[in-house]
């Protein structure tokens, strides 16, 4: 995975997106609105349905929350979250009709998509491979050319969306924990999920006022964040929103979309 270190037009930073992925069918979404800026709704495929996507959007309109979709593979058995290998056109077309599921509603509800976060298996899998990340990029292109992509901060996701003249916005995650090479640490891992409000709140603030990330093995490695990311499904997804909502509004840093 490719990760520059040339971070430093982003330090000092005094504001940041703050995401979460919601839509899935857990009861939080609601609590979680009024902490964060942008939300990433599940198309149906990994988790939720169209009436679930419908809900999601009224919720983020109530609450002034930039709209997302959130593609995955087509795998409620596992939420997603295991990997899966297709032919780049089949990608483009997955990814493509889940966008366009989410815009259309959006649309009908006189709001614009504002972005598209990959889920699950993959996510870690575009961050890591260069041609998927590609083919992804181009399915967002021909959906619309404006949306902002999300990725995975320094990863081909970025790059490979960068190509196409998209917008991006580089990712980091308040509740995983990283490897040395920038990735974030495999669920199959019992180290890879922050579950203490302290530790949380900490990586945050390192990663936002440092542009730096502390690994499981101790490294310090160069991020770029300019989005922070929750997880809605967490068991700590409510207590983690409120935490960093309020020590960031401590420290004055604003939280507004990419």
Do not use: W
Request: contains cysteine; proline residues 4%.
């Amino acid at each position: 995975m490719p990760v520059s270190s040339n971070y430093k037009i982003f330090y000092n930073m005094r504001s940041i997106d703050l995401n979460c992925d919601v839509g899935e069918g857990y009861p939080t979404d609601a609590a979680l609105m009024p902490f964060i800026s942008s939300a990433n709704i599940a198309c149906g495929y990994h988790a939720g349905d169209l009436e679930c996507i419908e809900r999601t959007i009224s919720l983020c309109i109530e609450n002034n929350v930039a709209i997302g979709a959130h593609p995955g593979f087509a795998d409620k058995k596992n939420f997603g979250r295991t990997e899966q290998y297709l032919p780049a056109d089949r990608l483009e077309d997955l990814v493509m009709h889940q966008v366009l599921a989410v815009r259309f509603n959006a649309l009908q509800q006189n709001k614009p998509l504002h972005h598209v976060k990959l889920h699950g298996a993959m996510y870690n899998m575009a961050a890591r491979d260069k041609t998927m990340a590609a083919a992804i990029a181009t399915a967002v292109h021909r959906v619309d050319p404006t949306i902002i992509v999300y990725g995975l901060s320094g990863s081909y996701m970025i790059t490979e969306a960068k190509a196409l003249g998209l917008k991006v916005c580089n990712e980091v995650f308040a509740d995983r924990t990283y490897q040395p090479d920038g990735s974030l640490t495999p669920r199959t891992q019992p180290n890879a999920l922050i579950n203490s409000t302290e530790a949380c709140i900490k990586q945050v603030l390192q990663m936002i006022e440092n542009q730096t990330v502390t690994a499981v093995d101790g490294t310090v490695i160069p991020i770029a964040a300019e989005s922070v990311c929750l997880h809605g499904d967490g068991e700590h997804a409510v207590d983690f929103a409120k935490a960093i909502h309020k020590h960031l509004t401590a420290k004055t840093i604003e939280i507004k979309t990419c």
